[in-house]
C-alpha cells in the first residue's frame, strides 16, 4: 500500500505476476536442452542451440530479462521495453522472404505480410500443448530452409524449389510443405510409435520398443546399393558436441520404383538401373537371379520365402499361411492358458491326483502390488515334466519351482512407466512394496500386471512366454525356456522338446532329427549291426565267389542234363547270393567311410539319389534271383524224383533249354527290382513315397506323403476335396499352383522305392521315419503302413516260392527213403550214409529257407495289421536274417566247395602232422596225396551218379 516505484507499478494489482512470467527460467536439466522437444511454458530450453538463436531475449517493462518465442516476434504488439520485437518486420524487397504470421490471422484474423528472420526458421513449436507455442509463418514457410543443419528433418521441393525442412515439420499431420506431401510418409511402427518411413531400417532405434527395425520392410533390403534418405537423420557423429550426420544405408527393397523418391539421388526411382523380377513384383538386385515365392491364397500376390512359416502372417490376416506350416510340420495343438475354476483360482494340478494338489498364491515378480489381487494357483505338490508344458503353464510351473530342471523365465522386475509400449493399455498407476511405481491394466473387472517384458520394452501375456513362438520380436519371451529346440538354419525357428528324435522332421535343415541325441547313420549308431554287416557281406562275396570259379569246371563234366540243370540253378543261386553280399559290403562302405554321422543330414540326397536305388536295384535281384532259383531247382528235383524215369544225356536242346529257364528267372527278378524306378504316371502311384522339396520352399519339411499333401492342399485351396487316390500328377499340379514357378528354381525330387530307409531295401517294414508317418493329436507315432498291394503281392510270392520249396524237400525225402528200402539198402552201410547226408542236406534246405523267410512274412504280416510295431527290427531282420542264406547256399546247393575245403585242409593237416610245411609239401605228390586226390575224383564221380537219379 506504499508506492516505492516512481511510475507506481510496484502497487498495479497482479503487475508483478505479469513481471515474473516473464523472467527466463533456468534449466537445471541439461537433458531437456536442445532436445527439439518444448519442456519449458514458452520453449526457452530450445530457444540457443548448437551456437544458433531462436526466437528473442529482451528486457520487459520491469526491466527483467525475458524470453519471446517465435510467435511473439512482429505481432503487432510489442513485448520488449524497447519495441526491438516488432522492429524490422516489414520489407518491400521482393527477395526478402516474407510471409503471413500465423499468431495475427490465427487470433486476428488479420494477414500481416512480415519478414522472415533467420532466428525464426525452423524454430520449435507445438500448437497440441496448452498454452499453444505457434510457428512464426501461416503457411510454416519458417519451417524451411533451416540454417541450423541439426534442425532439418529432410529434403524435398517446396513451391517447386528444393528446400530442407524441420523435423518438427516431418510426420505432422495434416500440414504440408513439401509439394509431393513426403514429409507426411509416415507409418505406425506399433501401436505406440508413428515414425516417419525412412527412419525404417537405418539401424537406429527409434521406437522404444525398436519396432522400426523390426518392421516388415526390413526383412529383405538391397544387397548392395545404398543412398542417403531424403528424411530421417543417421547416428554417426563427426565430433563430440556436433549434431548427428547424415549417410548413406540400404534400403527396404519395397520402397524401389514404388513411385515415392525416397533417395535424395532419385536412384530408388530410377527405372535404368532396376530390374524386377516378372513374378510378385520381386526386386532383381545386384544381379542376384530371379526367385520363385508363395502365392498367398487369396489376395493371389507373392511373398518373399523369407517371410513364409514366421510367426506373423505374411499374407495378411485372411492368408492363412501359418496354418499350412503348421499342419506340414504336424505341430500338436499346445494348451498355453490354465483354466480358472472355483473362486477364480487356475487349476494347474490333476483332479485324479488331488491328494497332491494345494492352493497357492503366485507372487511373482517378489513384489507386493497395491490394487492386484495375487493369482491363485491349484498345482501339486510334487515336481513334474515341463517338455511339454506351454504358455501360463510353464510360467506358472515353473516360477513356482515346480518343473525339473527348469528355471523360472520372468525377470523379477516390477513394470515401468516406460514398460509395454506395444500395447494399447490403460494404465493404472500404482506403488509396488510402498516404494516404487509400477502400473496394472484392468480388465474383467479386476487389476493385473501378468506381462512378461520383452528385452526390447515390448511386453507379452504370460501364455505368449515359452511357446514355441518369436512373440517379443527379439526371442527374449523364449531364450530362457528349457521345453523348446532351436532349429540351426534360424535362430528364430523352435520345436518342442517333445518333437525332436521322433522321426518326424520340423526343421528345414532337419536339426531336430540331426543332433548330439540322435544323429543317426545309414546303420545304427553303436550297433552290432556295423560289423555283423561287414562279416556276413565279405563271407558271402568270397563263398559264392569260390562257388562261382568251381562250378564252371563241374559243369564241363555234367554227363546228364539233370545234373546241368542243377548246377546252372545253383550257379544263379550262387549270383543272386555274390550280388546280396555286394550289397552288403557297399552300404557298409558308404555307412562306415563315406557318408557316417553325416548321413542324417544328407539323408535326402541318399533317399532321393542314384546311389540307394543302385543298392536297392542289386539287393532285390540277388533275394529274389536266388529265392526264384531255388525254389525251380526244388520244383525240378521233386519232378525228376516223382517221374523215377533215368536222366537223359547233356544234348544241345537240354543246352537251350537251361539257358532259357536261367534267362526267365533272371527276367523276373530283374523286372521286380528295376519297375518301381520306372517313371511313368501309373506306376509312380504305387511306389513313389513321397516328394523332399527344396527347403526354400519352407511350407513342405522332411519327406512329404500324399497323405501329407492332401491335408496341407485342402487348407490352401478350402474348397478343394482331395482323397488318396488323388494321383501325384493333380498333387504336383495343385503344389505348383501354390507357388511361382517362373524361375524354376526351385527343386522338388520324389522319394524313390528303395528311398524308404537308409538300407535301401525292397520295402516289406516301414520304419519310424518313413514319409508317410505322421504325429496324431495324442502325440504318439503311430505304424501308418497301409494295405499297399505291392508289398502284399511280393510277400505272397516269397510265402509260395517256400511252401514249394518245403513241400519239394519233405517229398523228395519220402521217395528216396522209399527207394532205398525197396532197393535193399537198408543193410548197406555207405547207401544208409549218404541217404542221411541227402536227407541232413534236405533238412538244411528248409530250415534255413524257414528262418530266413516264415518269421520275416509273419512279422510283415502282424505289422501290416498293426497289431505290433516291428519298426525297431527292422534292421536286424534286413541285414542278417535275409542275407543269412547268402552264407549258408554255398555250402548246402552243392557239396563241391565243401568237398574242397575238406581236401585242402586234410592236405595241410596231413603236412603239419608231417613236420613239413604246406609251401614245403605244395609240389610233392605223395602216394597218400595222389590218393586223396583220386578218391576226391572217385568221390565227385559217384555224386554225379547218384545226381543222375537225385540230383543234389
Not at 534400403?251 to 526411382?269: A, L, R, T, Y
Not at 480358472?340 to 494340478?349: A, H, M, N, V, Y
Not at 514355441?468 to 525357428?493: A, I, Q, R, W, Y
Not at 517221374?643 to 532259357?660: D, E, H, Q, T
Request: hydrophobic share 35%; proline share 3%; aromatic share 8%.
Amino acid at each position: 500500500n506504499k508506492t516505492d516505484c516512481l511510475n507506481g507499478l510496484d502497487e498495479i494489482e497482479n503487475k508483478w505476476d505479469d513481471c515474473l512470467e516473464d523472467v527466463v527460467i533456468e534449466i537445471n536439466n541439461t537433458t531437456l536442452l536442445c532436445n527439439n522437444k518444448c519442456d519449458t511454458n514458452k520453449c526457452e530450453d530450445e530457444g540457443a542451440c548448437n551456437g544458433r538463436s531462436y526466437g528473442m531475449a529482451c528486457k520487459n517493462r520491469c526491466n527483467m530479462r525475458k524470453y519471446l518465442p517465435v510467435q511473439q516476434i512482429c505481432d503487432g504488439s510489442s513485448d520488449c521495453a524497447d519495441g526491438v520485437d516488432e522492429t524490422n518486420c516489414e520489407s518491400d524487397d521482393p527477395a526478402v522472404a516474407s510471409c503471413v504470421h500465423f499468431q495475427q490471422k490465427q487470433d486476428l484474423n488479420v494477414q500481416n505480410i512480415v519478414v522472415i528472420h533467420e532466428s525464426v526458421r525452423c524454430a520449435i513449436y507445438d500448437m497440441g500443448r496448452s498454452p499453444a507455442l505457434y510457428p512464426y509463418c501461416a503457411d510454416f514457410m519458417d519451417q524451411t530452409n533451416c540454417t541450423d543443419v541439426c534442425r532439418v528433418g529432410g529434403f524435398c521441393e517446396v513451391n517447386g524449389f528444393k528446400s530442407s525442412i524441420s523435423k518438427t515439420m516431418v510426420c505432422g499431420g495434416n500440414k504440408q510443405l513439401c509439394d509431393d506431401n513426403s514429409e507426411n510418409s509416415c507409418i505406425d511402427a506399433s501401436s505406440s510409435c508413428r515414425v516417419h518411413k525412412h527412419k525404417l531400417c537405418d539401424r537406429h532405434g527409434d521406437c522404444i520398443d525398436g519396432s522400426d527395425e523390426t518392421h516388415d520392410d526390413c526383412k529383405a533390403m538391397t544387397k548392395e546399393h545404398r543412398c542417403v534418405r531424403r528424411f530421417g537423420l543417421m547416428t554417426e557423429k563427426h565430433e563430440p558436441g556436433l549434431c548427428l550426420s547424415r549417410r548413406s544405408e540400404r534400403i527396404p527393397q519395397s520402397w524401389i520404383m514404388d513411385g515415392e523418391k525416397d533417395c535424395e539421388d532419385g536412384s530408388d526411382e530410377d527405372g535404368t538401373r532396376w530390374e524386377f523380377c516378372k513374378v510378385g513384383n520381386i526386386l532383381k538386385d545386384e544381379g542376384e537371379p530371379c526367385k520363385d515365392g508363395f502365392l498367398c491364397p487369396k489376395s493371389k500376390t507373392y511373398v518373399n520365402f523369407d517371410l513364409v512359416c514366421e510367426s506373423k502372417e505374411s499374407c495378411g490376416l485372411d492368408g492363412k499361411e501359418n496354418e499350412i506350416c503348421t499342419i506340414s510340420r504336424d505341430i500338436l495343438p499346445k494348451d498355453t492358458t490354465v483354466e480358472e475354476r472355483s473362486g477364480l483360482i487356475k487349476q494347474l494340478c490333476n483332479e485324479t491326483d488331488s491328494n497332491n494338489c494345494q492352493v497357492k498364491d503366485f507372487n511373482y515378480p517378489k513384489y507386493n502390488i497395491f490394487g492386484v489381487i495375487k493369482v491363485q494357483l491349484n498345482i501339486s505338490t510334487r515336481t513334474v515334466d515341463c517338455s511339454n508344458k506351454f504358455g501360463e503353464h510353464y510360467v506358472y510351473l515353473s516360477c513356482m519351482g515346480l518343473c525339473e530342471n527348469t528355471s523360472c523365465p520372468l525377470k523379477n522386475e516390477i513394470l515401468k512407466n516406460g514398460s509395454c509400449s506395444n500395447l494399447e493399455l490403460v494404465k493404472v498407476f500404482t506403488l509396488a512394496n510402498n516404494s516404487e511405481l509400477t502400473f496394472v491394466n484392468k480388465s474383467e473387472g479386476r487389476y493385473h500386471n501378468d506381462f512378461y517384458e520383452c528385452d526390447n520394452g515390448r511386453c507379452v501375456n504370460f501364455s505368449q512366454v515359452c511357446d514355441l513362438v518369436n512373440d517379443c520380436g527379439d526371442m527374449s519371451d523364449e531364450l530362457n525356456c528349457k521345453n523348446h529346440f532351436p532349429c540351426e538354419d534360424d535362430d528364430t525357428s523352435f520345436v518342442g522338446i517333445n518333437q525332436t528324435c521322433d522321426g518326424i522332421y520340423d526343421c528345414l535343415d532337419l536339426s531336430d532329427e540331426c543332433n548330439d541325441k540322435c544323429g543317426r547313420r545309414i546303420i545304427d549308431n553303436g550297433s552290432w549291426l556295423t560289423p555283423f554287416c561287414w562279416l556276413i557281406g565279405i563271407l558271402a562275396v568270397m563263398l559264392n565267389i569260390c562257388t562261382l570259379v568251381i562250378l564252371p569246371r563241374a559243369l564241363k563234366q555234367c554227363r546228364n542234363e539233370n545234373i546241368l540243370f542243377s548246377k546252372v540253378l545253383v550257379m544263379l543261386i550262387s549270383v543272386g547270393d555274390l550280388l546280396m553280399g555286394i550289397y552288403l559290403i557297399a552300404l557298409s562302405v558308404y555307412d562306415d567311410i563315406i557318408l557316417g554321422q553325416s548321413f542324417c543330414r544328407k539323408q535326402a540326397e541318399w533317399y532321393t539319389g542314384t546311389q540307394c536305388s543302385v543298392l536297392g536295384v542289386i539287393s532285390t535281384i540277388g533275394s529274389q534271383l536266388s529265392l526264384f532259383s531255388m525254389t525251380v531247382l526244388s520244383i525240378f528235383r521233386l519232378c525228376k524224383v516223382l517221374m523215377n524215369a533215368l536222366p537223359l544225356p547233356v544234348s544241345r536242346n537240354s543246352i537251350i533249354k537251361a539257358i532259357i529257364w536261367a534267362v526267365i528267372i533272371i527276367l523276373i527278378s530283374l523286372a521286380l527290382a528295376v519297375i518301381p524306378l520306372i517313371p511313368s504316371k501309373l506306376l509312380e502311384e504305387y511306389f513313389v513315397q513321397g516328394i523332399h522339396y527344396d527347403p526354400k520352399y519352407k511350407v513342405f519339411v522332411g519327406f512329404n506323403s500324399k497323405q501329407k499333401h492332401i491335408k496341407i492342399l485342402e487348407k490352401y485351396y478350402e474348397n478343394k476335396t482331395l482323397t488318396t487316390d488323388s494321383s501325384w500328377s493333380e498333387i504336383g499340379t495343385l503344389v505348383d499352383g501354390m507357388f511361382s514357378t517362373e524361375y524354376a528354381n526351385l527343386t522338388r525330387n520324389k522319394v524313390h522305392f528303395y528311398g524308404n530307409d537308409g538300407l535301401c531295401l525292397f520295402k516289406y517294414i516301414i520304419r519310424g521315419d518313413d514319409a508317410r508317418r505322421g504325429r496324431e493329436a495324442t502325440g504318439t507315432s503311430t505304424i501308418d503302413l497301409y494295405n499297399d498291394p505291392v508289398v502284399w503281392a511280393i510277400l505272397t510270392v516269397n510265402l509260395v516260392c517256400f511252401v514249394g520249396i518245403l513241400i519239394s524237400a519233405v517229398v523228395i525225402c519220402m521217395k528216396t527213403r522209399q527207394s532205398a528200402n525197396l532197393a535193399g539198402q537198408k543193410k548197406n552201410k555207405a547207401a544208409r550214409k549218404r541217404n542221411r547226408s541227402l536227407e541232413i542236406r534236405i533238412l538244411a534246405i528248409v530250415v534255413t529257407d524257414f528262418l530266413c523267410w516264415v518269421p520275416f512274412i509273419i512279422i510283415c504280416f502282424l505289422h501290416n495289421r498293426r497289431f505290433l510295431d516291428a519298426s525297431k527290427w527292422y534292421q536286424a531282420l534286413a541285414l542278417v536274417v535275409l542275407p543269412l542264406n547268402s552264407l549258408i547256399n554255398p555250402l548246402i546247393y552243392d557239396r563241391t566247395i565243401t568237398q574242397f575245403c575238406k581236401m585242402k585242409m586234410d592236405n595241410f593237416t596231413e603236412a603239419w602232422g608231417s613236420g613239413g610245411t604246406p609251401s614245403e609239401t605244395e609240389g610233392n605228390v605223395s602216394p597218400s596225396n595222389g590218393n586223396r586226390r583220386q578218391d576226391f575224383q572217385l568221390k565227385q564221380t559217384a555224386t554225379q551218379s547218384t545226381n543222375a537219379q537225385y540230383p543234389p
